[in-house]
């Protein structure tokens, strides 16, 4: 969801978050099952599927799987 901030003279606080707060169903976490991500690569979360950031693990394709030539 998005944060919106306007000015006040309110002290600030930190925000509580609520995982489960409007979660539609099908919005599933696909990295927390699994990764799919070879190499320590990082797992983004797309909700419907999951993709691979390989940046720093000199591997690279879809699952950080192939080697850099």
């Known amino acids: 969801g998005n944060i919106t901030f306007s000015e006040s003279d309110s002290p600030y606080f930190p925000a509580e978050v609520f995982i489960d707060n409007h979660l539609q169903h099908g919005c599933l976490d696909s990295c ?38």
């Open 32 to 69: 927390a099952k699994k990764n799919p991500c070879l190499y320590n690569g990082r797992c983004i979360n797309h909700y419907t599927h999951a993709s691979c950031d390989c940046f720093g693990t000199n591997h690279e394709d879809q699952i950080c799987f192939s080697a850099d030539p």
